[in-house]
Structures are given as structure tokens and as C-alpha cells.
């Protein structure tokens, strides 16, 4: 069955960075766009960025790019977030998710898998 498990959440300083993992099974990785999103206590789901398939492709929400990296590495089935300057706004769950259709041109933006969700908490 397809299972998503995050991982490298944890707790950060301000102006800190950490890589989140995100490792994929059950499904045919490589075909897939992934993406990560996340939900700060109090605020809804918010979309960081997207990355299609092959890795050429990547979209971000409204101003993630300068700080977020999304990446992954297909030899391992591993989805990646690298964040960089992290300060109090980016403490939240966060979730990877994939793509309900496979081998598309374009994320359509409709999940149907998600992870359990890893906890980043910005502290001094």
C-alpha cells in the first residue's frame, strides 16, 4: 500500500536550517509529482512547493522560494524540503503528499496520499 513517512523535523533556532525527508513506498515514485505542504497551529494548510517527476519541474507557494528547497532523489524514493533562515512563522506540521495522477505534464494539485506529518518548532 502506498505509505509516506516524513522524517528530520525537530527543533530549530532562528536563522537555523533543516532538511525534511519524506521516504515513499507502494507506489511508482518516479511518476509522480510530490509536494510538501504544512499547517501552523491556529492557520490552515498551506502548499511550500511542488516538484514534478523527473525533478525538472519545481513550484512554489507565494514567497517559499526564497527560503525552501523541494528536491528529491528517485534511486531512493525520497522527497526532500530544505529549509534555510527558518524564524518563528515556518513552525508548523509538515506534510508531503503525492499527486493522484501520474506521468502528467503538470501538477494537478489533487492529493490522495498524505504522511503522518513531522513537527518543526522554532526555538531560541
Known amino acids: 500500500q502506498v505509505q509516506l513517512v516524513e522524517s528530520g523535523g525537530g527543533f530549530v533556532q532562528p536563522g537555523g536550517s533543516l532538511r525534511l525527508s519524506c521516504t515513499a513506498s507502494g507506489f511508482t515514485f518516479s511518476r509522480v509529482w510530490m509536494y510538501w505542504l504544512r499547517q501552523a497551529p491556529g492557520k490552515g494548510l498551506e502548499c511550500i512547493a511542488t516538484?514534478?517527476?523527473?525533478?525538472?519541474?519545481?513550484v512554489y507557494g507565494d514567497s517559499m522560494e526564497d527560503r525552501f528547497t523541494i528536491s528529491r532523489d528517485n534511486t531512493k524514493n525520497i522527497l526532500y524540503l530544505q529549509l534555510n533562515s527558518v524564524g518563528s512563522e515556518d513552525m508548523a506540521v509538515y506534510y508531503c503528499?503525492?499527486?493522484?495522477?501520474?506521468?502528467?505534464?503538470?501538477?494537478?494539485?489533487?492529493?490522495?496520499?498524505w504522511g503522518q506529518g513531522t513537527q518543526v518548532t522554532v526555538s531560541s
Open positions: 503528499a503525492k499527486d493522484k495522477d501520474t506521468g502528467l505534464a503538470y501538477p494537478t494539485y489533487g492529493l490522495d496520499y
Open positions: 516538484i514534478k517527476f523527473d525533478g525538472d519541474i519545481t
